[in-house]
T-cell receptor, first 112, second 116 residues
Framework: EDQVTQSPEALRLQEGESSSLNCSYTVSGLRGLFWYRQDPGKGPEFLFT???AGEEKEKERLKATLTKKESFLHITAPKPEDSATYLCAVEGEETSGSRLTFGEGTQLTVNP | ETGVTQTPRHLVMGMTNKKSLKCEQH?????MYWYKQSAKKPLELMFV???????ENNSVPSRFSPECPNSSHLFLHLHTLQPEDSALYLC???????????????FGPGTRLTVT
C-alpha cells in the first residue's frame, strides 16, 4: 500500500524567509510524484510532476526535488500570496488505473 | 468554459433527499475521478473512470453512485446520506497513462456538501 507523509503540518514564515516542505513516501515502484497547491474552499492546483530520483523542477519561487524516499518543495523568498496548503501525492506501479495517494498537506502561512 | 467545472458549488441536503453532483471537463482527457476531502484528512479517492470503464473503491458506501455517460461528464448520485458525509467533493480529470509515465490530474473547484 502506497503511503505519503508530509511535514510539517503547518509552517509560518515571514515574507522573504526561505524554507522547505517535506514529503516522505513509500511506494512499490514510483510512477510519479505530484505537488499541488490548494487555497481555502478551492480545488487543488497542479504544480509539478517528478518521475525519478535526482529530478528537479522550478516555477517562480518554488523548486521541487526528488530522492528515492522523499521530495522537498523549496520556497525561496516567499510572498504572502504563497500562503496555501501544499499537497503531495504519489502513484505507484502496483496501482491499477491512475490512482493517487495523497498526504495530509502542509499549511503554509507567509506573513508580510 | 475551461478546465474542470463542478455544479453545484454548495449543497445542503437532508438525510432522506436524493441529489446529484455534476462534473464536466474541457481538457480532452479520458479519465475522471471523484474525491472526498474532509477536514484534517487526506484526499480520499472514491471512484475512477478510465476510458469510460469504472474502477471502484470498495470502501465507498452504496449511498454514493457514480455515472460516467461519456469521457467529458461525470456524475455522483447521492441518496440517504449521513451527517458524516458532509465534506468537499472534488472532481478531477487526466489522461490515462496505461503505464509509465503517470499524468497529473486537474481538479475542479469542488462541491461543498452539508448533510443535515
Amino acid at each position: 500500500e502506497d503511503q505519503v507523509t508530509q511535514s510539517p503540518e503547518a509552517l509560518r514564515l515571514q515574507e522573504g524567509e526561505s524554507s522547505s516542505l517535506n514529503c516522505s513516501y513509500t511506494v512499490s515502484g514510483l510512477r510519479g510524484l505530484f505537488w499541488y497547491r490548494q487555497d481555502p474552499g478551492k480545488g487543488p492546483e497542479f504544480l509539478f510532476t517528478l518521475y525519478s530520483a535526482g529530478e528537479e523542477k522550478e516555477k517562480e519561487r518554488l523548486k521541487a526535488t526528488l530522492t528515492k524516499k522523499e521530495s522537498f518543495l523549496h520556497i525561496t523568498a516567499p510572498k504572502p500570496e504563497d500562503s496555501a496548503t501544499y499537497l503531495c501525492a504519489v502513484e505507484g506501479e502496483e496501482t491499477s488505473g491512475s490512482r493517487l495517494t495523497f498526504g495530509e498537506g502542509t499549511q503554509l502561512t507567509v506573513n508580510p | 468554459e475551461t478546465g474542470v467545472t463542478q455544479t453545484p458549488r454548495h449543497l445542503v441536503m437532508g438525510m432522506t433527499n436524493k441529489k446529484s453532483l455534476k462534473c464536466e471537463q474541457h481538457l480532452g482527457h479520458n479519465a475522471m475521478y471523484w474525491y472526498k476531502q474532509s477536514a484534517k484528512k487526506p484526499l480520499e479517492l472514491m471512484f475512477v473512470y478510465s476510458l469510460e470503464e469504472r474502477v471502484e473503491n470498495n470502501s465507498v458506501p452504496s449511498r454514493f453512485s457514480p455515472e460516467c455517460p461519456n469521457s467529458s461528464h461525470l456524475f455522483l448520485h447521492l441518496h440517504t446520506l449521513q451527517p458524516e458525509d458532509s465534506a468537499l467533493y472534488l472532481c478531477a480529470s487526466s489522461q490515462t497513462s496505461g503505464g509509465h509515465p503517470s499524468y497529473e490530474q486537474y481538479f475542479g473547484p469542488g462541491t461543498r456538501l452539508t448533510v443535515t
